[in-house]
């Protein structure tokens, strides 16, 4: 099936650093990529929705200034968290949808980054 | 506002059928049902989805009843490492480029020696 990556897959930064995250689409073309994040114990909740070459879509609720997203290939979306704080903690978990795969209903998931900011 | 409705927790022997249950009493006509589940820090996986007729593929069947109010996840032979968070999760499979998963809390299937 296809294969999503993330990197880093932990990462630990001071508080009012800047944090980048990568998601790839390792052997499919990924028109759109999805943001997650999940704070322990609860379910995964949607950030944004990316898609190449243009502006990411924000859910009700998250900073755009603060959470960074460029999708400027079909294989590679990142997340910047800037000016990291103790609250932005969690587990950023990216997806990405298959173009033209025959499976092109499902989202591909990557394994997730741990972020602790200190 | 929750589509789907999933209990907390079940358990399971290793070995048995491990049956979770669905409700989705809103699904309109054009939406999927689909299964997702999350091993602990690890990314969701698809397991399976459907419109109104049963599936099955290497993973789980997908029972979706007559009504399409709600389904059932079926595992026939539960492992250990099928302990996962499961999430139901419906959706149509048109209408833009976005195609968005809401989660919801999921049913956490633990699986017992």
């Known amino acids: 099936g296809a294969v999503v990556s993330q990197h880093p897959s932990r990462v630990i930064c001071k508080s009012g650093t800047s944090v980048k995250i990568e998601c790839r689409s390792l052997?499919?073309?990924?028109?759109?990529m999805f943001w997650y994040r999940q704070f322990p114990k609860q379910s995964l909740m949607l950030m944004a929705t990316s898609n190449e070459g243009s502006k990411a879509t924000y859910e009700q609720g998250v900073e755009k200034d603060k959470f960074l997203i460029n999708h400027a290939s079909l294989t590679l979306s990142t997340l910047t968290v800037t000016s990291a704080h103790p609250e932005d903690s969690s587990f950023y978990i990216c997806s990405a949808r298959d173009w033209g795969g025959q499976s092109s209903y499902e989202q591909y998931f990557g394994p997730g980054t741990r972020l602790t900011v200190t | 506002d929750a589509k789907t409705t999933q209990p907390t927790s079940m358990d399971c022997a290793e070995g048995r059928a491990a049956n979770l249950p669905c409700n989705h009493s809103?699904?309109?006509?054009?939406?999927?049902v689909y299964w997702y589940r999350q091993i602990h820090s690890q990314g969701p996986q698809y397991i399976i989805h459907?419109?109104?007729n049963n599936e099955t593929n290497e993973m789980a069947s997908l029972i979706i009843t007559e009504d399409r109010k709600s389904s059932t996840l079926i595992l026939p032979h539960a492992t250990l490492r099928d302990t996962a968070v499961y999430y139901c999760?419906?959706?149509?499979?048109?209408?833009?480029?976005?195609?968005?998963?809401?989660f919801g809390k999921g049913t956490l299937l633990t699986v017992n020696p």
């Open positions: 052997d499919f073309q990924a028109t759109t």
């Open positions: 809103t699904i309109s006509g054009n939406e999927y």
């Open positions: 999760i419906v959706r149509p499979n048109s209408g833009g480029s976005n195609y968005k998963l809401t």
């Open positions: 459907g419109l109104k």
